[in-house]
């Protein structure tokens, strides 16, 4: 088992930068490949960044390569996602995620990850 608890959301203006963390407790956190999903109000979840075991490789939804980054500290156990230039028509609420991943499973497949967070809201205004 794994908890995982995200924080740093809020509401921004668009343009703006904000960063999330989240927590991760319970089993080895590097057992784990772990990412960002993002769900607006009415839509489904989708995938955001994602990165490897051991942070040398990383995956990124095309909406946001170049403005976002994920990153993980092991010893910390915990979770990143520095997001810059924010738009306002992404405001959704955040979710962090565990998943084993294995070799053929894909980082961009909410399917894959298994534990969840919570979520924390990103609200941007224009």
């Known amino acids: 088992q794994v908890q995982l608890v995200e924080s740093g959301g809020g509401l921004v203006q668009a343009g703006d930068s904000l960063r999330l963390s989240c927590a991760a407790s319970g089993r080895s956190f590097t057992f784990y490949v772990v990412g960002w999903f993002r769900q607006a109000p009415g839509k489904e979840r989708e995938f955001v960044a994602a990165i490897s075991r051991s942070g040398t490789s990383t995956l990124y939804a095309n909406s946001v390569k170049g403005r976002f980054t994920i990153s993980r500290d092991n010893a910390a156990n915990t979770l990143h996602l520095q997001m810059n230039r924010l738009k306002p028509e992404k405001t959704a609420v955040y979710y962090c995620?565990?998943?084993?991943?294995?070799?053929?499973?894909?980082?961009?497949?909410?399917?894959?990850?298994?534990?969840w967070g919570q979520g924390s809201q990103v609200a941007v205004s224009s």
């Open positions: 995620a565990a998943g084993l991943v294995t070799s053929g499973g894909s980082y961009n497949s909410k399917e894959e990850y298994i534990y």
